[in-house]
Structure formats: structure tokens, C-alpha cells
């Protein structure tokens, strides 16, 4: 069966500026969580989503957001892009979520921000 | 302030070499598990261990939580090259998977 697929694999964007990564998830799986991870940081929980409602969510700027589909494909966005935001952004598909259910990453969208 | 803290942080052994990997918190969580990571992809689930002072085996990997489901541990025997990676576990509390700091292995053949 396929994987969870996000798209870009890579991303440059220039401070102040907006992006959007895709993520869609294995099929039959409801719960789409995305993770920010860095060298400094590790991975740290941004939001997740299950049936196109916001479950969880990390403690992170509200210029980072997300949405979740009738089909389960999701998007997060970040606004206002900073030098800092740079990383590797992964989407986890899990069929029903924590705690139970284990997660199926992407390959991740490397964002760099110039 | 990170919930799992993992130790070692860098581990570089020689091929056929077994290692320990800890992975401890003061929290009490309902599940736990470890993933291995390579460059440049995401991390791939390895196991779940759900009871505490459960033993899983995975080949050469032994992977056990604590009794008190507070901590984790995963042993590697006789190292491969291909165990090379990002070892990362995540503990279950609520509804939510915290992620350890990580444990970054290299097997030198």
C-alpha cells in the first residue's frame, strides 16, 4: 500500500514569507499529526488532526497552522516565515492516533528560510 | 523542556559490538515506543510496548519498558553497519506521543 507521501521534499523561502506543505496520509488512516524537527530541538509535536478536527495541539506561534480534509489529506502553513522555522517538517498517519496507534511518517519537507 | 531524555546522545562502535540505549522521564506513560531514523527520511516505528516490564525481541534488537512504564530500554547485539540511524522513542500520555532527544548511532564496519 503507499506510504504517506508529503510534498515538497524541498522548500527555500525568504523571511516574511508564507508556505504550505502537503501531506496525505496512508489510505483508511484518520489522524494526521505534523512534527517540527531540528538539529537543537528534536521533534517537537505541532498539531494533529483526526476526521478534519484539530485533536492536540504543541505550543507553538499561531503563524503555525494546519487543516485537514474530507478525504485526510492535510496542509500546514506557516506565515510570516523566520530564519528559525527552518526545518524538517513531518507529517505521522496513524489509523485512530495516540495512544494506541503507532505512527507512519513521510519523508519530511525540508524548509530552509533565507 | 524536553519529557524523555535519551542517553547516550552520539554512540560510535565497532561492527559486532552489542550497545544499551536509555531512553528515562518521571512521567508514567500508558505506551512507548522506538523508532529508527535515517538521513534525510522520517522515522520508522520499530515497536510498541504497552505493559510495564514488558521484553520485545526483534532480531538482534531487545526492546523493554520499565516496570514503573516510566522508562525504556533498547539493546542491540552484535551491530550491523545497517544499524546505523537516529534511534528515537516516544512515550504515550493522554492523546499525545513526546518524542526522546535521541540517540544517533554509528556502526563502523
Known amino acids: 500500500k503507499a506510504g504517506v507521501t508529503q510534498t515538497p521534499r524541498y522548500l527555500i523561502k525568504t523571511r516574511g514569507q508564507q508556505v504550505t506543505l502537503s501531506c496525505s496520509p496512508i489510505?483508511?488512516?484518520?489522524?494526521v499529526s505534523w512534527y517540527q524537527q531540528t538539529p537543537g530541538q528534536g521533534l517537537q509535536f505541532l498539531f494533529e488532526?483526526?476526521?478534519?478536527?484539530?485533536?492536540n495541539k504543541g505550543n507553538f506561534p499561531g503563524r503555525f497552522s494546519g487543516r485537514q480534509f474530507s478525504n485526510s489529506r492535510s496542509e500546514m502553513n506557516v506565515s510570516t516565515l523566520e530564519l528559525g522555522d527552518s526545518a524538517l517538517y513531518l507529517c505521522?498517519?496513524?489509523?485512530?492516533?495516540?495512544?494506541?496507534?503507532?505512527?507512519?511518517f513521510g519523508s519530511g519537507t525540508r524548509l530552509t528560510v533565507v | 523542556t524536553q519529557l524523555l531524555e535519551q542517553s547516550p546522545q552520539f554512540l560510535s562502535i565497532q561492527e559486532g559490538e552489542n550497545l544499551t540505549v536509555y531512553c528515562n522521564s518521571s512521567?508514567?506513560?500508558?505506551?512507548l515506543q522506538w523508532y529508527r531514523q535515517e538521513p534525510g527520511e522520517g522515522p520508522v516505528l520499530l515497536v510498541t510496548?504497552?505493559?510495564?516490564?514488558e521484553v520485545k525481541k526483534l532480531k538482534r534488537l531487545t526492546f523493554q519498558f520499565g516496570d514503573a512504564r516510566k522508562d525504556s530500554s533498547l539493546h542491540i547485539t552484535a551491530a550491523q553497519p545497517g544499524d546505523t540511524g537516529l534511534y528515537l522513542c516516544?512515550?504515550?500520555?493522554?492523546?499525545?506521543?513526546?518524542f526522546g532527544t535521541g540517540t544517533s548511532l554509528t556502526v563502523i564496519p
Open positions: 505521522a498517519s496513524s489509523l485512530w492516533g495516540p495512544p494506541n496507534y503507532g505512527y507512519t
Open positions: 489510505s483508511g488512516h484518520r489522524s
Open positions: 488532526y483526526f476526521s478534519e478536527t484539530q485533536r
Open positions: 512521567s508514567v506513560f500508558s505506551s
Open positions: 510496548v504497552v505493559t510495564g516490564g
Open positions: 516516544a512515550g504515550a500520555t493522554g492523546n499525545q506521543f513526546y
